[in-house]
């Protein structure tokens, strides 16, 4: 397996676009399209939130129900949640108008939407703003990064990955691109994320890749622990790198899953670490529990704790809020057994034995927290099972953010 | 039923101090002594986190198989948690040099200890403590404020409360004071709150009655989410009011059992409302919801969202993070039945309608946020069961007290 440039469009036969439609804010691009020029396999997942947005139950419907799918369509701005039956009818106009442009049927198009809950679309501005992502659309690698831009919320950076890996002696891609920097506590899978592939597999493996993955990558991530009305992961395969189509677990059902794995990892990984006000990634692993969903549960315990990520924030060695968020995690454990690690690429260092303080230089350990990548390791001493989660630190600009977002 | 001057001293025969220690700050009370004049029945709830720390397990054992108490010894700085077999040991040359200058058994004195995790206590400063505050302890008013101002942290005020009832002819008091800012997610009680009462009760409906009025009081509030390892709720009835023992359930018990519910009421809604770095109180109410445990979740949900919590701290009447928040509680319901108002001393407004927009002046919407103490009413129309919690907004000083709050 091997890293490549770009993101969407780096799979063979997929374009992209990202244009300005003022959807509600100006002079930045705000509408975003990925187009195979062939149809594909989709799989996908949601939301587990009970408020599911429009695009969220239109997408559902077509992963559910839809032969194949060519195009998603995504805007910026607004959420398109909390829009009753009017949200709907805008989900389809979108996919009619695209469908209509595209010459494919309305329910091959996929639609996203991100912003705030509430409000419902400018449909005029959305619709021109389709017209001019139909035309704008090519398979160069800048076309994914202007889709990846034009998907952003509060992001400060895109978010795309591609990698390379040969199934039966063809070439096959595996990209994607994410966004997602507030309301980010992922309980299917995170806001927006979208992977394209040039795979040829059978649609139940392509989804039960994708429900596997999701758990270890996309779940195993908060920024502020609200799980999303929108949360979205759509992963699209034309099939066009021509290798003998996968329809039973295998080989090359396991390879295409590790490059999928990379390729969620990475997205989840960037997400967290661009967390709305984020100076620092915060990464968790837990080793040696007595179960792998104790393993995970706990991991995500320490990267939700406001307070540990305060701590972090401040590049305090506070490994007694960390031993408090492990204790309220719902898990049981001994405390007399649980060792505490602070790492990053300036050293590690052990905080916590069996429970009680290590001796160690609290200088030493401001050093190491005050990079902008630092984990925590817990070793739990029950078993065997690992998990690793990802957060970022709680800081000022989360509070300037959000206080003021729809302003 | 009246509300009295006073909180853990107004009933007969109670006692208290507030002194300074040094045990980690110069120049502030830091630890309190509250003592009845006769033996006293107790009861108490602790925390679920399953990282305790050495007092609660201490108190624990004290609840469950001492006969009687008559002292508690609390200390803030150091929260004696994360200190193993030397912080148990601690806990109890505590009790025993307490019980040694007071004339009666180490098992009938309770310790308490909140601050840092992770540190062991400063052992001859506490002791020392210890003989100041037997030395200096009275049954006046100043010195319940004293011991509710010594047990303070991050505290910006004190929390006390009495009321005065009369059951079988007799007057009945039950006061007390608590503490509690950051790390506030009580999933039992909250953090430190010492309840005296005067009254004649058995043990049995004692603790029945605590452990019921913890569920809508102190379990209904939240500051940051995080349950600390030292949540600790007692409760002492000396029996000095002279009522006939309450031995069984009835008019009498009730009444004991509405002013237990005001103080712990007062004293939940006092710290949530203290948060650390808050501006407001942060209560909503979930009406109207299938069922009682329904309602409990959907209002925590609300009350810990970060999102609509910095939103509050803004003064922005973002309702789609309230349903948002409402939508990943865990709890079914129709999105499209909900109703949401916001609430203040500056008028009440409804903001959502059947799940979508209410038309609603902006304007009107932040001058009701505005106030220091602000209400969400939500409407869920699938039952008939009510409940509140009680929050506070999410403001830069909270990053700034738990950026560096060992330092």
């Not at 679309?121 to 831009?149: F, M, Y």
């Amino acid at each position: 397996m091997k890293q490549i440039e770009g993101g969407v469009t780096a799979a063979t036969g997929f374009e992209a676009a990202g244009i300005e439609a003022g959807v509600k804010y100006q002079n930045r691009k705000d509408m975003a399209i990925v187009y195979s020029t062939v149809p594909c396999k989709a799989a996908g997942t949601f939301t587990t939130n009970v408020v599911k947005a429009a695009p969220v139950q239109w997408d559902k419907d077509i992963v559910e129900n839809s032969d194949f799918v060519q195009a998603v369509i995504v805007n910026t701005g607004i959420a398109n949640a909390g829009t009753g039956k009017q949200g709907l009818e805008y989900c389809k106009q979108e996919a009619a108008k695209a469908a209509n442009l595209l010459g494919i049927p309305e329910k091959a198009v996929f639609v996203g939407s991100t912003g705030v809950i509430g409000k419902q679309l400018p449909i005029d501005r959305i619709l021109a703003g389709i017209e001019k992502l139909v035309v704008a659309k090519d398979h160069s690698i800048q076309a994914g990064k202007d889709a990846a831009t034009a998907i952003m919320t509060t992001d400060t950076v895109t978010k795309e990955i591609a990698v390379e890996i040969e199934i039966s002696g063809k070439k096959v891609i595996v990209g994607g691109m994410s966004k997602g920097s507030g309301m980010i506590h992922p309980n299917m899978c995170t806001m927006l994320a979208y992977i394209t592939s040039d795979i040829c597999i059978s649609k139940e493996l392509l989804q039960e890749a994708l429900s596997t993955s999701i758990i270890d990558t996309f779940n195993m991530i908060s920024v502020d622990g609200d799980t999303s009305t929108n949360d979205t992961c759509l992963l699209m395969a034309n099939g066009m790198a021509n290798n003998p189509e996968i329809t039973e677990k295998g080989a090359e059902y396991e390879q295409f899953c590790k490059a999928l794995n990379v390729v969620n990892t990475y997205l989840a990984r960037k997400m967290a670490g661009d967390g709305e006000g984020a100076c620092a990634l915060f990464e968790t692993t837990v080793y040696n529990a007595a179960t792998k969903q104790d393993a995970r549960i706990l991991a995500k315990s320490v990267i939700g704790s406001n307070l540990t990520k305060a701590a972090i924030y401040g590049h305090d060695a506070n490994w007694g809020r960390i031993l408090c968020a492990l204790g309220y995690a719902g898990v049981t454990f001994d405390p007399e057994n649980v060792d505490i690690f602070v790492q990053s690429k300036a050293g590690q260092l052990q905080l916590c034995k069996n429970g009680v303080e290590n001796v160690y230089s609290e200088e030493e350990a401001a050093k190491i927290l005050s990079e902008s990548e630092v984990t925590v390791l817990v070793d739990m001493k029950m078993g065997s099972e690992t998990a690793t989660a990802w957060g970022c630190d709680l800081t000022y600009d989360y509070i300037k953010i959000n206080a003021d977002y729809r302003s």
